[in-house]
Structures are given as structure tokens and as C-alpha cells.
């Protein structure tokens, strides 16, 4: 996934006509997220680190949840008439617990795949 939020080589392929798609397997890392360390504690800028980084280190970044949303928008796309809508039999989630941030990056896939009845980014 490149951080627009495409299926990087997987947007444009065709599967040629003689073989039938079976199942889909998506694998992603989280979006972006604010510094977990602030590298160069004695850096002359350490004070302007809170206004550029607003966030709790390590959180998913709202860039990083549009993102992950548009993942699940762009899988929608490809994959929307073989999947369907969301049911627990054929749709299985997963993310690590090291982190919020992966829980909350397939949130938003989840979200931009199977849309929930209103908006959720302005």
C-alpha cells in the first residue's frame, strides 16, 4: 500500500479469464503515525516538537486514518462484487495488540470498505 491509500500492484491486475478469484487476502502495516521517540533530545527545536506533534507518540496520525480508510475504500472497488457485504463468515479481521494504532488502522480499512450509514471524515 503507498500512503494515497492504492493497492500498489494489485489496483490495475486482471486475473486472466481461465482462472476464478477464490478468496482475498489483504496484509497491511498501520498508517501514519506521530514519532513513538523523539530522536535528539538535546535538539535546539525539542520545544517546537509538541506543536508539530501534537499527537501521543506513536498514535495514528487523522492522515493516517484517512489513509487506512482509503485502503478500504480502494479494496471495496476491487473487490466489492466478490465480497459482497460484511458478514462474520466471510470477512475475518485481525491486528496485533503491540498498539492501538493497528486496531484503529483496520478500523478505518474496515470502515472505507464496508461503509457505515454516515460519515465518518468530514
Same mark, same amino acid.
Given at each position: 500500500?503507498?500512503? !494515497?491509500g492504492?493497492?500498489?500492484y494489485?489496483?490495475?491486475?486482471t486475473?486472466?479469464?481461465?482462472k476464478n478469484?477464490?478468496?482475498?487476502y489483504?496484509?497491511?502495516?498501520?498508517?501514519?503515525?506521530y514519532?513513538?521517540n523523539?530522536?535528539y533530545?538535546n535538539?535546539?527545536?525539542?520545544?517546537?516538537?509538541?506543536?508539530v506533534?501534537?499527537?501521543?507518540?506513536?498514535?495514528l496520525?487523522e492522515?493516517?486514518?484517512?489513509?487506512m480508510?482509503?485502503?478500504?475504500?480502494n479494496?471495496?472497488t476491487?473487490y466489492?462484487?466478490?465480497?459482497?457485504?460484511?458478514?462474520?463468515?466471510k470477512?475475518h479481521?485481525? %491486528?496485533t495488540?503491540i498498539s492501538?494504532?493497528? !486496531?484503529v488502522?483496520s478500523?478505518c480499512?474496515m %470502515?472505507?470498505?464496508?461503509?457505515?450509514?454516515?460519515?465518518?471524515?468530514?
Open positions: 500500500v503507498d500512503y !494515497t492504492k493497492i500498489s494489485l489496483v490495475n491486475s486475473l486472466p479469464p481461465t478469484l477464490q478468496y482475498v489483504a496484509l497491511f502495516r498501520h498508517g501514519i503515525r514519532p513513538v523523539l530522536p533530545p535538539d535546539p527545536n525539542m520545544p517546537k516538537y509538541p506543536i506533534f501534537p499527537g501521543t507518540p506513536g498514535k496520525t492522515v493516517g486514518q484517512r489513509d480508510f482509503n485502503v478500504g475504500q479494496l471495496k476491487k466489492g462484487d466478490f465480497v459482497g457485504g460484511y458478514t462474520q463468515e470477512v479481521v485481525s %491486528a495488540n492501538t494504532r493497528t !486496531t488502522s478500523l480499512v %470502515a472505507g470498505q464496508f461503509p457505515p450509514y454516515k460519515p465518518i471524515f468530514k
